[in-house]
C-alpha cells in the first residue's frame, strides 16, 4: 500500500482507497492512556477563527478508524465547528481561518496544495436536518457519482448504497419517485446512502437525529453500528444518551470566557473511551455535564 502526501488528495477516484497503516498514542487530556491503534485524523493544536473570534481554542485528539466518535457539549461548546474542520467544510464560511493541523492518514488537510473537493469525497457529511435534492430517490444516489465521474454500472451502485443505509426494501419500487415523498427518517437514511454512493473513507454526522422521531433514530443509529465495520464515523450530538448508546470515543466540549475577548471559545476538557467518559471522568466539568448538572 503506497503512502500517501498531499498529492493523492488530487488523484483520481482509482486512488481513494489507498490507506496507510498508521499507529500513533492517543494524545489524551486526562493522565490514562490508550492503546496504539489505527488513527485517521490527528488533530493537533487547532484553533478556529470566525473574523476577529476564537470560536474553539487549542484542540488537540486523535480519532480512530472503524470506530464512532462522538463530540458532546452544551450548545455554543464548538463542536459543529470542530467536525466542519474535519472535512474543510469551514472554507465555505468567508471569514473562517483555521490555524494548527488537521492531519488525515499523515496528510495535512489545510496543505495548500489538498484540493478540497476530493477531501470532501474522501470525507463525507450527514447534517442535521435531512436535505435530500428535488429529485427522484434514484437520482439523489447518483448524482455524486456522475460528478466524479463513476464508469462501472449505476444501477448496482444505487441498490447497494441503499442496502448499505437499510433502505433499499423500502424504496426499491419507488425509485423515480421524489425523495421528498419519503418520511423524515427515510429522508436521512437516503442522504446517508447519497453519501456512501461516493465511497467515502469517513462519514460524519452533525446532530443526524435531532429532527427525527424515537424510532427513526434508533434505525440510523443501528444504521450507524452496521457501517462502522466500513467507515470511521465522528457523531456530533446533545443527546448524551445516544452518544453512551453508540460511540466508542467521546470528546466533551464546553464553553469558556478567554481573558482577552468577552465572547465564549469552545474548549475541549477531556476526550477518552465512551465508558470512561459516562462512568469515571476526569475532569469536574465532565461530570457536571454527564449528571446533568449543567448543560
Not at 478508524?65 to 465555505?92: F, V
Not at 481561518?97 to 496543505?111: P, S
Not at 462519514?203 to 422521531?213: F, G, K, R, V, Y
Not at 466540549?253 to 475577548?261: G, L, M, R, S
Request: charged share 25%; glycine share 6%; proline share 4%.
Amino acid at each position: 500500500m503506497k503512502a500517501m502526501d498531499a498529492g493523492t488528495l488530487t488523484e483520481p477516484r482509482e486512488g481513494l482507497h489507498a490507506r496507510p497503516h498508521i499507529e500513533v498514542e492517543v494524545q489524551q487530556q486526562s493522565e490514562r492512556q490508550l492503546p496504539s491503534r489505527d488513527v485517521v485524523f490527528s488533530i493537533r493544536d487547532l484553533s478556529v477563527y470566525y473574523g476577529g473570534f476564537k470560536a474553539v481554542r487549542n484542540v488537540s485528539l486523535d480519532i480512530f478508524q472503524n470506530q464512532i466518535t462522538a463530540l458532546i457539549g452544551p450548545s455554543g461548546c464548538g463542536k459543529t465547528t470542530m467536525i466542519r474542520c474535519l472535512n474543510r467544510m469551514n472554507d465555505l464560511i468567508e471569514n473562517a481561518r483555521v490555524d494548527g493541523e488537521v492531519l488525515y492518514h499523515g496528510v495535512n488537510l489545510y496543505d495548500k496544495r489538498v484540493d478540497a473537493v476530493e477531501v470532501r469525497r474522501r470525507i463525507g457529511m450527514v447534517f442535521q436536518r435531512p436535505n435530500p435534492f428535488p429529485k427522484s430517490i434514484y437520482d439523489n444516489i447518483t448524482f455524486g457519482p456522475k460528478i466524479a465521474g463513476f464508469k462501472g454500472n449505476m444501477d448496482e451502485l444505487v441498490e447497494q448504497s441503499l442496502q448499505k443505509a437499510a433502505l433499499w426494501d423500502e424504496v426499491k419500487d419507488r425509485l423515480k419517485e421524489s425523495a421528498w415523498s419519503l418520511s423524515g427518517g427515510q429522508q436521512q437514511r437516503l442522504c446517508i446512502a447519497r453519501c456512501v454512493a461516493v465511497q467515502p473513507d469517513v462519514i460524519l454526522m452533525d446532530e443526524p437525529c435531532s429532527a427525527l422521531d424515537p424510532i427513526a433514530t434508533a434505525r440510523v443509529e443501528d444504521l450507524m453500528q452496521d457501517l462502522k465495520s466500513e467507515y470511521s464515523i465522528v457523531i456530533v450530538t446533545h443527546n448524551m444518551q445516544q452518544a453512551a448508546r453508540v460511540s466508542e470515543m467521546t470528546a466533551f466540549f464546553t464553553a469558556e470566557v478567554q481573558e482577552d475577548q468577552d465572547r465564549r471559545t469552545g474548549v475541549l476538557v477531556e476526550y477518552d473511551k465512551t465508558e470512561q467518559i459516562f462512568t469515571n471522568p476526569s475532569d469536574e466539568r465532565t461530570e457536571n455535564y454527564v449528571t446533568g448538572r449543567f448543560g
